[in-house]
Nanobody, 120 residues
Framework: QVQLVESGGGLVQAGGSLGLSCVVSGTIFRIVSMGWYRQAPGKQRELVATTNSGGATDYADSVKGRFTISRDNAKNTVYLQMNSLKPEDTAVYYC??????????????WGQGTQVTVSS
C-alpha cells in the first residue's frame, strides 16, 4: 500500500504565498519522481511541477519564476512553494509520484488533493 498525503492548501489573496507539502508512505522500494498537478473547475488536470530522483525539475510555463518545487528524500516528502499567486492559480492541487514498490513493480500514485483558492 502506498499513500500520498497533501497538506497546506487554503485561501490567500492575489500576490500572496502558500506552501504545499506531500508525504509519500507505505511500501516504497524507490521513488522515481514526485510532482504536483492541478485541476480547476471545468478544466483538465495539468502539470504544475515535477522533480526526479536526480534533482531535475520541470515547471509549467504559467508558474515559472513564481513556484518552486523541492524534495526531501530522507522524508519522502515533496514541497511546492507558491509565490505571487494569481486568481487563475485557483484549483485543487494533487501530489503525484512514480515509484517502485519492489525491484520490478512500479506505478503512478496520487494524493487526495488540496484546495488552493486565490482571491482577487
Amino acid at each position: 500500500q502506498v499513500q500520498l498525503v497533501e497538506s497546506g492548501g487554503g485561501l490567500v489573496q492575489a500576490g500572496g504565498s502558500l506552501g504545499l507539502s506531500c508525504v509519500v508512505s507505505g511500501t516504497i522500494f524507490r521513488i522515481v519522481s514526485m510532482g504536483w498537478y492541478r485541476q480547476a473547475p471545468g478544466k483538465q488536470r495539468e502539470l504544475v511541477a515535477t522533480t526526479n530522483s536526480g534533482g531535475a525539475t520541470d515547471y509549467a510555463d504559467s508558474v515559472k519564476g513564481r513556484f518552486t518545487i523541492s524534495r526531501d528524500n530522507a522524508k519522502n516528502t515533496v514541497y511546492l512553494q507558491m509565490n505571487s499567486l494569481k486568481p487563475e492559480d485557483t484549483a485543487v492541487y494533487y501530489c503525484n509520484s512514480y515509484l517502485y514498490t519492489d525491484s520490478r513493480a512500479w506505478a503512478s500514485y496520487w494524493g487526495q488533493g488540496t484546495q488552493v483558492t486565490v482571491s482577487s
